[in-house]
């Protein structure tokens, strides 16, 4: 390219100062400056400025290498130029000329000194905006370059239009800078561009996390844990109610990462001891092998306590209490009723256990007492001794620890004879057959003639803590005060015309019943009688008290339900064939059972009257019945010499004793572990399932 000669400048008149023009250059330097900085290119090529952001992070290491010269760079070469220029016009404006073009061009390269000078007026310039997209110079090098022409400089220089800047000639050209001296100290190009790229990346990312934990929250918050106006909550941010969550929330990560505690170390013993108690045994016993301190605290007896006593204590549902028969099987009591303690429960639940094994299992052990020397016609027991009452016209009490006889009462006449009753067989399974006293120095001693006696068969009898009532053939009632040694007769109730067929009684009543088919109501104090139930058309058989209602079983093959206070029966529980001999009343008086010549057991709802079921068929009439509600069992006896067990629910018997005594079995009832059952041959039949079971003793009550 060749430079075009010079072209004179007519000088104009001065229209202004020196001072105007030093101003209109100073308004011209920076807007030069600008366009130079906006459209120098390196290497002579022209490029698009490169845009900050993700675009610029992406692109390749040679593409970014190529812009050698940065932003900074520029702006001072450019800077040493237009001073240059500066200083020119305003020599020629002190001289009353105005510059040329070829002025401009031949002026001489910068030195190190005006290049530092140029430095210092780099750094009074506004600072460059990394946002704006324009691309970053490097500093200037012009020092270490080789003197030329400004012309020779600018002649190598592609030209382009100008994007923007003032009008004019000066606007034709984009003049580049001089490549970098390889003697300059580098810096990694487009460093901050990355920079800002990076930290523009990062705004971004951290903004999009800051998204997702707010939709996370929002969608778990409207999952049904809570209802929020997120929205509310946003605008909220002063309350700290619109936190976000470091991480997203997972209900999966929470559970996995909560903290196990174990409550034993944290909570007091009482509190432990009183929540584990309400387990049953199955998950206590699991709860055992948890830990050592596991096992310590759930195997305590504190614990086991409540477990043995929901499970086996009876409940009382009616008022007055009724009569309990046999023992309880549930320990030791104190004085004021409550149970005694250091009592090993957890073991007591074994055993208690272990002799239910044996009433399903059916492997009771036998126990035979020998003294009566005719039928015995009637029983009751419980945990220390056995009354029997008999057709030899005798009343014998029996110690229930080591089955002796220890009292036979009865009239001067009545006195057995020795050697009576003679040797009976006994089953296979017997484990004692307590041999008669009769006649003996020891059956002498025991033997007591009060001073009220009956001189009839004794039918039936029925005591609690303080009397006994017998009935007798003799048609008659004797109420006993048995709380001491010797069983002192109170008085003689007198009022039935016919033999007394069986008795109950409670806090406040007696009961009996005739073969002269009526039921006479007894004040218990006093022995008056209240009044007489009529109702039945034959033989009152059986009666049973609970509360202020009684159920009674009659030869005319109905069962009666009745009202003490108005002596009105309410109910009639029919049988389906011939008369009815023994009857029962549950604990919480909703069941009446009947059983007689039909030789079943009959199941009645004692509200309505319905039948609910009927037990198999025994093999002769069913004189024996006993309900044990509270452990699930009904007990029958019958003429076909077997004692069944029944389940209390079903009705469906899942034991059969036969032939265990040699005649008909006349009263059997039962409790936790025994039945006591008492036979036409002068015996009385102890079926024991907690004979020789380990513990059986701590489940004895007081004696």
């Known amino acids: ?45 022209a490029r698009e400025p490169s845009t900050l952001g993700a675009v610029e992070e992406g692109r390749s290491v040679e593409y970014r290498t190529s812009h050698t010269h940065t932003h900074t760079s520029s702006l001072s070469r450019a800077s040493h130029m237009f001073g240059s220029i500066r200083r020119k016009l305003s020599a020629s404006s002190s001289s009353g000329r105005r510059p040329s073009i070829q002025d401009f061009f031949d002026a001489p390269a910068p030195t190190p000194s005006s290049s530092r000078k140029a430095s210092t007026d780099h750094l009074r310039l506004p600072l460059p905006h990394q946002d704006s997209g324009l691309p970053q110079q490097e500093p200037s090098a012009a020092a270490a370059m080789p003197k030329k022409s400004m012309l020779q400089r600018f002649s190598s220089i592609r030209r382009r239009p100008a994007a923007s800047g003032p009008s004019g000639e000066f606007a034709k050209y984009n003049p580049v800078p001089p ?46 844990v809570t209802r929020i106006n997120m929205e509310e909550v946003i605008k909220d941010s002063e309350s700290g109610v619109g936190m976000m969550c470091s991480s997203p929330i997972n209900q999966a990560d929470v559970v996995q990462e909560k903290k196990m505690v174990d409550p034993l170390e944290v909570l007091p013993t009482e509190i432990t001891t009183l929540i584990l108690s309400n387990l049953d045994a199955e998950s206590l016993i699991q709860a055992e092998c948890v830990s050592k301190q596991w096992h310590e605290v759930a195997s305590s007896p504190h614990v086991w306590k409540g477990v043995f006593l929901r499970q086996f204590e009876p409940t009382v549902h009616v008022s007055p209490t009724p009569i309990q028969m046999g023992g309880a099987g549930i320990g030791k009591f104190r004085h004021d009723g409550k149970n005694a303690p250091g009592q090993q429960w957890k073991e007591m639940y074994r055993t208690r256990k272990t002799i239910n094994r044996r009433w399903k299992a059916c492997s009771p052990s036998a126990i035979y007492l020998n003294g009566h020397t005719d039928s015995v016609y009637c029983c009751q027991f419980d945990e220390n001794k056995i009354i029997t009452g008999s057709r030899d016209r005798t009343i014998r009490v029996w110690d229930m620890e080591t089955f002796e006889c220890v009292k036979v009462i009865g009239g001067p006449s009545h006195r057995p004879v020795p050697n009576t009753p003679h040797t009976l067989d006994t089953h296979a399974r017997t484990v004692m057959n307590k041999p008669s006293l009769n006649g003996t120095p020891r059956g002498n001693d025991i033997y007591h003639v009060p001073a009220d006696y009956h001189d009839a068969s004794i039918l039936c009898l029925q005591y609690d803590d303080h009397i006994m009532v017998t009935g007798s053939s003799d048609h008659t009632c004797i109420v006993w005060d048995i709380t001491g040694d010797n069983f002192i007769p109170i008085r003689r109730l007198i009022g039935h015309q016919a033999g007394v067929l069986d008795v109950c009684l409670d806090e406040k009543h007696i009961i009996s019943c005739s073969k002269d088919s009526a039921i006479i109501v007894w004040d218990r104090q006093t022995g008056k009688q209240i009044r007489t139930l009529n109702g039945h058309r034959g033989p009152v058989n059986a009666v049973q008290l609970r509360g202020n209602l009684l159920v009674s079983a009659s030869g005319d093959g109905v069962a009666k339900l009745w009202n003490l206070d108005s002596g009105v029966s309410i109910k009639d529980f029919p049988s389906e064939d011939r008369g009815l001999a023994a009857v029962e009343f549950s604990d919480d008086a909703n069941i009446v059972l009947a059983g007689g010549n039909d030789h079943v057991v009959y199941k009645f709802e004692s509200a309505t009257g319905r039948l609910l079921n009927t037990s198999a068929r025994h093999g002769g009439l069913v004189r024996s019945l006993f309900l044990d509600a509270f452990n699930g069992r009904i007990v ?40 006591v059952a008492t036979s036409q041959d ?12 380990e513990g059986h003793a701590a489940l004895v009550g007081n004696k």
């Open 1 to 45: 390219m060749h430079r075009k000669p010079s072209i004179a400048i007519r000088p104009r008149p001065k229209t202004s100062s020196a001072a105007d023009d030093s101003t209109a250059l100073a308004s011209f330097e920076a807007t030069m400056k600008r366009t130079a900085s906006q459209t120098f290119s390196t290497h002579c090529e």
């Open 179 to 224: 490549p970098i001296p390889s003697n300059y100290p580098l810096v990694a190009p487009g460093t901050a561009a990355r920079q800002a790229a990076a930290a523009a990346n990062d705004a971004r990312r951290i903004q999009d996390k800051r998204d997702q934990e707010t939709e996370q929250t929002r969608r778990f918050l409207e999952s049904g």
């Open 636 to 675: 029958s006896g019958s003429y076909d010499q077997s004692i069944r067990i029944a389940d209390y629910s079903t009705g469906e018997v899942f034991a059969n004793y036969e032939n265990w005594t040699t005649s008909w079995i006349l009263s059997a009832k039962s409790d936790y572990r025994r039945v």
């Open 682 to 693: 002068g015996r009385t039949l102890i079926l024991d399932f907690g004979w020789n079971v």
